[in-house]
């Protein structure tokens, strides 16, 4: 793993799928409020 490369919970990564599949969220609005990036997200 890099240096600086980020790690996430199962649980953390579970929560940001389900916010973006119930439409209340974008890609953008998951990246500013969660800090996570959308090529990670897509992953």
Request: glycine share 4%; proline share 5%.
């Amino acid at each position: 793993m890099a240096k600086n490369q980020k790690s996430y919970t199962p649980e953390f990564k579970q929560q940001i799928v389900d916010l973006y599949n119930s439409g209340q969220y974008s890609y953008p609005q998951l990246e500013r409020e969660y800090g996570v990036s959308r090529s990670v997200m897509s992953n």
